[in-house]
């Protein structure tokens, strides 16, 4: 089982950056794809980007590409997402989440995830 906590969330003014970490525990992370989810309120939980347990594949969602970066570091349990370009629609609560080693290599979809964190507040103003 894997336990996952993020953290670097806060508020960035419209243009800024910001590097979100997601640290794991449990012997399952270096075989799990990571991935990261938002949710604004009143909205759907949406995909952002994932990335397989090697690091050789990613997939972003289209708001996104060209502006985020997924990465993960196996030796230290820890997945990260730079943001870069930051606008007030990228406001929400952010999440990662540990997919089974079993399933797809870079899973799009929270049915793919069977792992969550808290999730971390990112507020962009303009």
């Known amino acids: 089982q894997v336990q996952l906590v993020e953290s670097g969330g806060g508020l960035v003014q419209a243009g800024g950056s910001l590097r979100l970490s997601c640290a794991a525990s449990?012997?399952?992370?270096?075989?799990?794809?990571m991935g990261w989810f938002r949710q604004a309120p009143g909205k759907e939980r949406g995909f952002v980007a994932a990335?397989?347990?090697?690091?050789?594949?990613?997939s972003y969602a289209d708001s996104v590409k060209g502006r985020f970066t997924i990465s993960r570091d196996n030796a230290k349990n820890t997945v990260y997402l730079e943001m870069n370009s930051l606008q007030p629609e990228d406001t929400a609560v952010y999440y990662c989440?540990?997919?089974?080693?079993?399933?797809?290599?870079?899973?799009?979809?929270?049915?793919?995830?069977?792992?969550w964190g808290q999730g971390t507040q990112v507020t962009v103003s303009s």
């Open positions: 990335i397989s347990r090697s690091g050789g594949s990613t």
């Open positions: 989440a540990a997919a089974p080693t079993t399933g797809w290599r870079t899973p799009r979809s929270s049915d793919g995830y069977d792992y």
């Open positions: 449990g012997r399952t992370f270096s075989s799990s794809p």
